[in-house]
């Protein structure tokens, strides 16, 4: 009956085999850096008996994955024989062979059926939840010992950037059972980028408190900055999705305005007392949306922002100056440059009532590469990831011969990001000091080059190339402000309980329309009090309990 429960748990979550990344390790004994090319620490004695780039005799590994409904592969490629799998055969000793592949719903529909059939594939990239319920059910190879024995300098240094956590959250009752990707923690500040052009125009200074943003959003509402003589501008962007916060900050998400309030609705944080709490039914939520109501009716934040399908037209187009994003949202500023060559964008933090910077964290780890229990070369797992890994970061020099446009979950079992977790402060702090001459240009790996030719190009002709200053800028400025000492809080709870199988997607539609009503003005701002009761009697508080009960294991596992 256990083992019938487990199917059915099993059949209810979906694996994902893709993620977004980028590309960087390789060769047979590529050099962990940091940015400077100096060797990592020394393997050990005992890694030092095998080659963590290459088995020793050719193994084939089954695997199935997603694939992007509309990806492109070069003339005479395929799904399974491409440049990817090609580079991991020659690299690795690892063939795979591929036993079907699908997209989107497909994938996720074909996958919860192999899996509750116990059709699981050698090695697989899964999401939490999946990671979870196959450990729980004994299916998953042990990779405490091949991890020690196989894996790189740079993939140990990797997971090291991470104090370990990513290791921790891969671990099932004392094991490794999985290799885990790393989450880039840079992505989780949430910025205030200001068209500082019309900052100036209108007598302004930048902003210090989230009553500051307000006095801006008024002002380029109601003062003409762009001087055409009509009321046609546009105060603080939004989303339809922008009264949730995620890990990852995204451009015209209010997680900054959020978290100036201490709210992180869509999370299960800690409260005072150490209990798990979900951030949507706390009072500091109803205080974030009181102040987005209000701004929202004097006109300060853009009226059709739940409507817009180019959440980016309102600035590229010069109707607004202000919005939320990442330190990368130099994009969003330089398509409005091109526009408009005298558009001129800065970054900010904006802290608490208390002047602290609050910043909710991305999860350490979100994909995982799993192994089947009995599986015969488990240790292809860690060779296939230090190989990839060594791809991904560029520093083998052979995956400068892989066209990186294609898309990368084409790799053998797809794409998840492997980096140091504080990767853009490293790569900023480099690209300075190169910069300042404190570097030699040719100590420089890569990536960091690649940085430092363009900021060097565009040091020559300031912004004459947008598309040069747009790949190293947010390395400067915006990178600058992540050195700012910040409040880190973290999602406790990522995966998914039993009663949120059944009624997550419920609770989730209501809390959506419910803020959205608040801040559009068409729901008072008390109706909040009765989301939370609503929220509690539909689910609510059992979900709380399951959630309190499976972060509770997790710590004692």
Same mark, same amino acid.
């Given at each position: ?25 390789? @060769? ?6 940091? @940015? ?39 003339? $005479? ?9 090609? *580079?991991?055969?020659?690299?690795? +000793? ?11 719903? /497909?994938?996720?529909? &074909? ?32 990779? %405490? ?16 950037? %991470? ?32 068209? &500082? ?5 209108? !007598? ?15 002002? #380029?509402?109601?003062? /003409?900055?762009?001087?055409? !003589? ?36 869509? +999370? ?30 004097? $006109?300060?934040? /853009? &009226?059709? #922002? ?5 959440? +980016? ?16 949202? !130099? @994009? ?84 998840? %990001? ?26 420089? +790996? ?5 940085? *430092? /030719? ?19 800028? @947010? ?52 109706? #909040? ?9 539909? $689910? ?16 004692? &596992?």
């Amino acid at each position: 009956m256990k083992k019938k429960s487990i199917i059915l748990l099993l059949a209810s979550t979906a694996v994902l085999a893709s993620a977004c990344g980028g590309q960087d390790e390789g @060769g047979s004994s590529p050099k962990a850096t940091d @940015g400077a090319s100096k060797p990592s620490s020394a393997p050990s004695a005992d890694s030092a008996k095998v080659d963590p780039f290459k088995l020793p005799n050719p193994v084939t590994i089954t695997t199935f994955k997603s694939v992007p409904a509309t990806g492109k592969l070069p003339a $005479g490629d395929t799904v399974e024989n491409n440049q990817y799998s090609r *580079y991991i055969k020659d690299k690795t +000793n690892i063939e795979f062979k591929l036993l079907w592949y699908a997209a989107g719903t /497909d994938f996720d529909q &074909k996958s919860k059926l192999s899996i509750a059939s116990g059709d699981i594939p050698d090695m697989l990239l899964v999401d939490e939840q999946t990671f979870l319920s196959l450990a729980d059910a004994g299916q998953l190879e042990d990779l %405490t010992k091949v991890y020690e024995k196989y894996a790189s300098p740079l993939t140990k240094e990797l997971y090291a950037s %991470t104090n370990n956590k990513a290791l921790e959250k891969a671990t099932y009752k004392g094991k490794l059972m999985a290799i885990p990707n790393i989450s880039v923690q840079a992505d989780a500040a949430s910025l205030v980028w200001v068209r &500082k052009d019309w900052l100036d125009k209108v !007598g302004l200074q930048p902003p210090k408190t989230m009553d500051d943003v307000t006095a801006i959003a008024k002002a #380029f509402v109601e003062r /003409d900055p762009d001087g055409n !003589g009509k009321a046609d501008t546009i105060g603080l962007t939004g989303s339809s999705g922008a009264v949730t916060v995620p890990g990852k900050a995204s451009s015209h998400n209010w997680k900054a305005l959020f978290m100036s309030y201490d709210a992180y609705p869509g +999370n299960w944080i800690k409260d005072g007392s150490g209990k798990i709490v979900y951030g949507s039914v706390l009072p500091e939520t109803k205080q974030a949306l009181s102040k987005l109501r209000d701004m929202y009716g004097a $006109g300060l934040i /853009d &009226k059709e #922002f739940a409507l817009r399908k180019d959440l +980016n037209e309102p600035v590229v187009g010069g109707k607004s100056g202000l919005f939320f994003g990442p330190w990368w949202a !130099g @994009g969003i500023v330089a398509d409005t440059m091109t526009n408009d060559p005298k558009a001129n964008f800065e970054p900010y933090l904006i802290p608490n009532a208390k002047g602290q910077y609050n910043n909710l964290m991305i999860p350490v780890s979100n994909r995982f590469v799993v192994v089947k229990k009995g599986m015969k070369n488990p240790e292809a797992a860690v060779v296939y990831a230090n190989t990839f890994i060594a791809a991904q970061r560029k520093v083998d020099p052979d995956s400068a011969k892989l066209d990186f446009t294609v898309d990368a979950t084409y790799w053998p079992i797809g794409n998840a %990001t492997y980096d140091y977790a504080d990767a853009v402060e490293r790569k900023a702090e480099q690209l300075k000091k190169a910069l300042n001459g404190e570097i030699k240009p040719e100590q420089l +790996n890569q990536e960091i080059k690649i940085l *430092y /030719d363009a900021a060097v190009a565009d040091k020559a002709k300031p912004k004459a190339d947008l598309k040069i200053w747009r790949s190293f800028y @947010g390395y400067t400025a915006p990178a600058a402000l992540l050195k700012q000492k910040m409040n880190q809080v973290f999602s406790e709870y990522t995966a998914t309980t039993a009663t949120m199988e059944r009624k997550w997607a419920n609770l989730q539609k209501l809390e959506s329309e419910t803020f959205l009503k608040i801040v559009m003005g068409d729901a008072s701002l008390d109706s #909040f009090d009765k989301f939370v009761s609503d929220w509690k009697a539909q $689910g609510g508080d059992e979900i709380t309990k399951e959630v309190q009960t499976e972060v509770d294991k997790l710590k004692s &596992k």
